[in-house]
């Protein structure tokens, strides 16, 4: 059994930065693949970011590729999701996630290939 909590979000200008945090509980965190994901009001939710249990694989999607990264320590059971340069387009509810497996192959965009679920925490970011 994995917790997840996030934290972080909040209002912000375009252009500006969040860092959201996930803090897992459970032993099997350090042993997963860590996933960010978003939902917007009237879609559906979509993959933003996963790193793999060590933290030497991470995979984005392409509307962040170059603007999010992804991270986690072990030591605090904790994964982070750094958001910079944000857009209007960035608004959604960011959800923290646990993989099934300790890697992210390419399925692993999909959120059937993820266990746990975070509550959730809301970015909003203004033009």
């Known amino acids: 059994q994995v917790q997840l909590v996030e934290s972080g979000g909040g209002l912000v200008q375009a252009g500006g930065s969040l860092r959201l945090a996930c803090a897992a509980s459970g032993r099997t965190f350090n042993t997963r693949a860590m996933g960010w994901f978003r939902q917007a009001p009237g879609k559906e939710r979509e993959f933003v970011a996963a790193?793999?249990?060590?933290?030497?694989?991470?995979n984005y999607a392409d509307s962040v590729k170059g603007r999010f990264t992804i991270s986690r320590e072990h030591a605090k059971s904790t994964v982070y999701l750094q958001m910079n340069k944000m857009k209007p387009e960035d608004t959604a509810v960011y959800y923290c996630?646990?993989?099934?497996?300790?890697?992210?192959?390419?399925?692993?965009?999909?959120?059937?290939?993820?266990?746990?679920w975070g509550q959730g925490t809301q970015v909003t970011v203004s033009s």
């Open positions: 790193i793999s249990w060590n933290g030497g694989t991470t």
């Open positions: 996630t646990a993989g099934k497996g300790p890697f992210i192959p390419s399925v692993y965009v999909s959120p059937e290939n993820y266990d746990y």
